[in-house]
């Protein structure tokens, strides 16, 4: 089973920038498609974007679609989401996640992820 540590989040001022990484270990990192969710008080986790095993395909949430982008460096056992142009309800504790499940499509749905890491705080200030 993978294990997933995520790093990077903080305290920024809206418009600002952010990076987030999420490291893997224990398991094939390249097997496993990858995504980002995030859940902010009182309100139901929210799929952010996903990543295919390869890199090559990916998808974002609407909210997020042109100031996020999700990547990966299979080298690094890595998974990315650079955050730009951050408003106040971007504020959230953001996961990364790692499912092995074969689809056709992306997976948007957490419960289809199997390993989750504990997830990074990012507050956006107005």
């Known amino acids: 089973q993978v294990q997933l540590v995520e790093s990077g989040g903080g305290l920024v001022q809206a418009g600002g920038s952010l990076r987030l990484s999420c490291a893997a270990s224990?398991?094939?990192?390249?097997?496993?498609?990858m995504g980002w969710f995030r859940q902010a008080p009182g309100r139901d986790r929210e799929f952010v974007a996903a990543?295919?095993?390869?890199?090559?395909?990916?998808s974002h949430a609407q909210p997020v679609k042109g100031r996020f982008s999700i990547s990966r460096d299979n080298a690094k056992n890595t998974v990315y989401l650079q955050m730009s142009s951050l408003k106040p309800e971007d504020t959230a504790h953001y996961y990364c996640?790692?499912?092995?499940?074969?689809?056709?499509?992306?997976?948007?749905?957490?419960?289809?992820?199997?390993?989750w890491g504990q997830g990074t705080q990012v507050t956006v200030s107005s």
């Open positions: 990543i295919s095993r390869s890199g090559g395909s990916t």
């Open positions: 996640a790692a499912t092995p499940r074969r689809t056709p499509s992306l997976i948007k749905n957490g419960r289809d992820y199997d390993a």
């Open positions: 224990g398991g094939t990192f390249s097997s496993y498609a």
